[in-house]
């Protein structure tokens, strides 16, 4: 039976299974609280919204595309998910649906990196590709501006640690459609990209966690960001300006990566059923950000610390990401007492390094002048091409 992912709250549901929504202002609106509960936590907050349908006949194989309201008796295409009642995006039943999950320990950089990433993908990168990226809905166009792009970008403002459970930490999900010019194909490819932010406490115990564990359970990749000033040998051999502007002098309360990958490891096989000594087959790039403030660490003529070619390439280079991963493996193999490289190899039948800086410098207190990102589209260029959703380029 088919099945597809709602990009909201990750749940599995059968093709045939979907409800949907009366959009009718004149229709009374109801209290809804399954998406008040997924929205605040609480399913007695008030959240009125267009009375909830279910279609006439289930189908078959396929989803249904109607369903008549019996208060008004007007015809509604609105589907919604059935589990928390969000507003499925359209054809989700006929478009390839990718959940990116963005996961770190506190502080290495995940907010920047989405904030950043987005604005870029948005505003360059895509074109590159043939291709538009746009937020399936005003609701995730105002979140994005509200939590990430205003302070940042308008405000020149720092972004604060992201609160567990707050907006910041709903799904974003972003629409990439790619226009396939070739001669005998001239068919739109869209991609629904669901981004999440976890916060990062939420990643250093494992019953707060499970709230998110069907969101990294059913990824189809993984960026996994890892802070090199929480590093101990990068940080004695770092300025400590540098080290106290970009990471905070506290190291104490920090999240061993290698701890927080087993626990992934952990979710991610219960979810999919998968046994202990099972390979799991999520792609995962595990991605150094703050890359600027490594600079002086790093040997003379590093390809890492070169400009991203995939964009002027117009496909994925694969040599440069190869050359990369190298460089980043020796490095860490440098650096001493770490056993994170260990279980990235023991867990995942497919894995990457890359680095890069979503600011391109060091912050200078709360504020940063200009944004300069260097190579932030990397690991999740490394995904889409993984996916076949844009070229790969083997020299
Ligand atoms: N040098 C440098 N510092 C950065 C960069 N990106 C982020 N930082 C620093 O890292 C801090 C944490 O970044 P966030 O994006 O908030 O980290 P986070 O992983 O979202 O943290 P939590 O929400 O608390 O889990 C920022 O306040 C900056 O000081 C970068 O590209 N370069
Ligand atoms: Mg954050
Ligand atoms: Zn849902
Ligand atoms: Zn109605």
Not at 26 to 48: F, H, M, V, W
């Amino acid at each position: 039976m088919a099945t597809y992912i709602c990009p909201y709250c990750f749940s599995k549901n059968k093709m045939t299974d979907v409800l949907f929504r009366c959009g009718n202002t004149n229709c009374p609106a109801e209290q809804d609280k399954k998406i008040a509960l997924y929205e605040t936590g609480n399913e007695n907050s008030a959240r009125l919204l267009g009375k909830v349908i279910a279609p006439s006949s289930k189908g078959f194989f396929s989803m249904p595309t109607d369903a008549v309201c019996p208060g008004c008796h007007e015809k509604s295409y609105k589907r919604i998910c059935p589990q928390c009642h969000n507003e499925l995006p359209r054809e989700i039943d006929q478009h390839k649906g990718i959940i990116i999950s963005v996961i770190g320990a506190k502080n290495t950089g995940k907010s920047h990196f989405i904030a950043v990433l987005i604005d870029q993908m948005r505003r360059y990168v895509s074109s590159s590709f043939n291709a538009s990226f746009s937020p399936i809905n005003t609701d995730h166009e105002k979140r994005y501006k509200n939590d990430f792009y205003t302070p940042l970008f308008a405000s020149h403002r720092l972004l604060n640690s992201t609160v567990s459970g707050s907006t910041a930490q709903r799904p974003l999900i972003y629409a990439m459609t790619i226009s396939d010019k070739s001669l005998f194909k001239r068919n739109n490819t869209i991609v629904y990209i669901t981004f999440f932010d976890t916060a990062g406490e939420d990643l250093s115990d494992e019953d707060t966690m499970s709230t998110v564990n069907k969101y990294i359970g059913q990824s189809s990749g993984i960026i996994f960001l890892l802070d090199p000033m929480q590093i101990q040998d990068v940080r004695d051999k770092t300025d400590p300006a540098v080290v106290n502007a970009s990471s905070g002098t506290d190291i104490k309360d920090l999240a061993d990566p290698a701890d927080i990958l087993r626990r992934v490891c952990n979710l991610i096989r219960d979810a999919n059923n998968l046994g202990d000594s099972e390979m799991i087959p999520i792609p995962i790039a595990a991605t150094f950000t703050k890359i600027d403030a490594l600079k002086p660490l790093l040997p003379p003529g590093c390809i890492v610390l070169e400009d991203s070619p995939h964009k002027s390439l117009h496909a994925f280079d694969q040599t440069d990401s190869d050359n990369i991963h190298a460089e980043i493996e020796s490095m860490l193999s440098d650096w001493s007492g770490w056993d994170f490289p260990q279980q990235l190899s023991i867990n995942f039948k497919k894995h990457a390094y890359f680095g890069l800086s979503a600011l391109g410098k060091t912050p200078n207190g709360q504020s940063i002048d200009v944004i300069r990102p260097h190579r932030i589209e990397d690991p999740m260029l490394w995904l889409l091409s993984y996916h076949n959703v844009i070229p790969r380029n083997k020299k």
